[in-house]
């Protein structure tokens, strides 16, 4: 009997449990939302495309409390959704190409100001 995508996932966190279970979810809607709004076509999406998608879907669902989400997650670093990732990959629920790697997360946004200095540079200027 196949497992479904729910019992994979917490195999995934049986053996992996850093990371929240609502991290691995985050990470699905993070790419749904990357495919549909940033790159505008059903498409694979390279890691800096992934952290664009993560990062902007995080502002519009958390603002400024993204990064306490994130935490609470046990993500307190771009590699840390790499790490989701391949963990998604590893475990058959997610696809990959030949170049890519975990190692394209360590290039990304600081999630420790991102989100905060993004959501009041907006409130800034809207107040001026």
């Known amino acids: 009997m196949k497992e479904s995508p729910y019992d994979q996932i917490m195999n995934v966190l049986r053996k992996d449990p850093r990371y929240a279970l609502g991290a691995y979810r985050f990470i699905y809607e993070a790419l749904d ?5 940033v790159t ?4 694979h999406v ?5 952290l664009m998608g993560i990062r ?5 669902h958390f603002g400024p409390l993204a990064r306490m989400v994130f935490n609470t997650w046990g993500v ?3 590699r840390d959704f790499g790490e989701i990732v391949f963990n998604l990959v590893n475990a058959g629920l997610m696809g ?3 170049t ?6 360590d290039e990304g946004f600081d999630i420790d100001t991102v989100f905060w200095e ?7 200027k809207i107040q001026y």
């Open 33 to 37: 939302f990357t495919v549909q709004k």
């Open 40 to 43: 505008g076509e059903k498409r």
């Open 46 to 50: 390279t890691g800096q495309e992934l």
């Open 56 to 60: 902007l879907c995080a502002a519009e």
């Open 76 to 78: 307190y670093k771009p």
């Open 96 to 98: 990959r190409t030949e």
């Open 100 to 105: 890519d790697s975990v190692d394209d997360f």
């Open 118 to 124: 993004d959501f009041y540079s907006k409130e800034i």
